[in-house]
């Protein structure tokens, strides 16, 4: 039924039914060819998966492709632990290097793990951000592209480890008609850099659109994984290409898309309405409100330093609210341990997600001989500045600062002091006096994304970035303190100023959001 409007922010809509949707399937124009003898029948995922050796399956000279409308790649592996590289997925012309784009988990190259690369029609060559992959077991990988948010995302185990924009020419266009891809290593090429040698592939589904968070986590099943043709969401008309690899080995391998799709949609719920409206689906009697994740909009603008000082909690001078210039200013010279200001949100906040978004200044970056000053901001369970060696909770964006050069460290810790750093330091030397705008993302219990970028928060990503944390420790709970400190036998100098922050509970966007009452 059509979405229905009434007095006092009211709307009903209703869940619907199709039958025998046409989907885009290719049919058997989808189907695979085998090149070698280099594949082996395995237990997979679900049934029957493939491992290599060598070889690929080509599906050649397609009039099909990828496309600038949006689309997904959604596919299970278990990664070879030798050395040399596992090629799961390559798109390319028959002659030159344009529009080529390909999957692999680099085992020798570009500091590991799976990563997909593309070269857009002018010759760019972009590498999306690596994600460790675990030898021996299944890993879920998925990879989108949403054309209007010039956005790729990539996925594992069903979770978002991060997002990425590009704005090369046709940067998700690797779908000229009548191109080839192969299956397996690098367009039948032997060497063994190019060779794929995954112990297990299964599931292979490309979908001529971007799945959304909730198709990924029906995709991924909680471990077990589904049938890509079982989606159950409307995007499931947008299946292509499936491969479920219960084929005869090194035969043809068949593709499994369905050419129609029966599933149940949701009508859509409208984003042009005011804040608090109304939801009601009217078959499964669910209500849902329109709410503003956003619970703190701080700019530092206070009447008078007591206010200003009850609000965010200092205990040193030179980290606090400055009212004469509205900003939370931080200037931490040699020997000034633990010093910090909070802010208490008042409870515990999601844990699986949230936004923090604020924007840095540095004023100086210097060191003491070889210690190195060392400022952390971070959402923590604890006011406490002492808290070293971290025995509290916190996610934490942490900056130590060398001369001539500064690390970032993106971390969580939990109560037993157990901290670990996903993924290792990366160098960034912030250019003295520049705005840089910052936004850690919790986008489930055990990831988080980093993003720091010049201009504004959809502005210019800045290199090494983003960050992900792969795994947040068990027991990183209770957070509720936005915390900046200074940590201990720090020596040098760092200042600088924090401003416009702000902070969206139970979202990973800054949009306002449908909610289903009683979750």
Not at 118 to 134: H, K, P
Not at 172 to 186: C, D, I, S
């Amino acid at each position: 039924m059509a979405i229905t409007y009434h007095a006092g922010r009211r709307l009903q809509g209703n869940e619907t039914t199709y039958t025998n949707v046409t989907t885009s399937s290719n049919g058997s124009t989808g189907n695979g060819s085998n090149n070698s003898s280099g594949f082996s029948q395995v237990t997979g995922k679900i049934g029957y998966g493939f491992s290599q050796s060598s070889g690929n399956y080509a599906i050649n000279n397609q009039s099909w492709g990828l496309g600038n409308d949006g689309w997904s790649f959604n596919f299970w592996c278990i990664p070879q632990s030798a050395s040399g590289n596992d090629y799961y997925l390559q798109f390319t012309e028959t002659a030159g290097w344009r529009n080529v784009f390909y999957m692999y988990n680099a085992q020798t190259e570009n500091g590991g793990g799976f990563q997909p690369r593309f070269i857009d029609d002018i010759g760019t060559n972009m590498g999306l951000t690596s994600v460790a992959l675990t030898n021996g077991s299944w890993n879920m990988i998925t990879v989108t592209w949403t054309p209007t948010e010039d956005a790729y995302k990539v996925y594992k185990n069903g979770v978002l480890l991060y997002t990425e924009t590009y704005t090369a020419t046709n940067a998700g266009n690797f779908g000229t008609p009548n191109r080839n891809w192969y299956l397996g290593n690098y367009n039948g090429t032997t060497a063994s850099t190019y060779a794929s040698r995954a112990n297990g592939m299964d599931e292979w589904s490309w979908w001529t659109a971007p799945l959304t968070q909730a198709d990924i986590t029906e995709l991924y099943n909680g471990g077990t994984g589904i049938k890509a043709k079982d989606l159950t969401s409307a995007n499931k008309i947008k299946l292509k290409v499936y491969y479920d690899f219960e084929d005869s080995v090194n035969g043809t391998l068949t593709n499994q898309a369905p050419t129609t799709a029966t599933y149940t949609a949701q009508d859509t719920k409208p984003t042009n309405v005011q804040a608090g409206s109304r939801y009601e689906e009217t078959n499964t009697r669910k209500m849902y409100h329109y709410t503003d994740p956003l619970i703190l909009d701080e700019d530092f603008d206070y009447a008078t330093q007591t206010l200003a000082d009850a609000s965010w909690i200092t205990n040193a001078t030179n980290v606090r609210v400055n009212v004469s210039t509205n900003k939370l200013g931080f200037a931490w010279t040699s020997s000034t341990p633990n010093q910090q200001c909070y802010y208490d949100l008042g409870a515990s906040v999601s844990e699986t997600e949230w936004v923090l978004r604020f924007v840095v200044n540095y004023s100086t970056l210097t060191t003491a001989g070889t210690h190195l000053p060392i400022a952390d901001i971070k959402l923590s369970g604890s006011s406490s500045s002492a808290n070293y060696p971290l025995a509290a909770s916190q996610i934490s964006f942490q900056l130590s600062a060398g001369s001539g050069s500064a690390n970032v460290y993106f971390k969580s810790t939990n109560t037993s002091g157990g901290g670990e750093v996903s993924p290792t330091a990366v160098a960034w030397n912030p250019t003295i006096g520049t705005n840089y705008y910052v936004e850690m993302i919790r986008t489930s219990a055990t990831h988080a994304t980093l993003n720091v970028r010049t201009g504004s928060h959809s502005g210019t990503m800045v290199t090494n970035f983003p960050m992900n944390l792969t795994t947040i420790n068990s027991g990183c709970t209770g957070l509720r303190y936005i915390r900046l400190q200074q940590y201990p036998n720090s020596f040098g100098n760092i200042t600088g100023t924090l401003d416009d922050l702000k902070f969206y509970n139970g979202a990973t966007s800054t949009d306002n959001i449908w909610k289903e009452l009683g979750t």
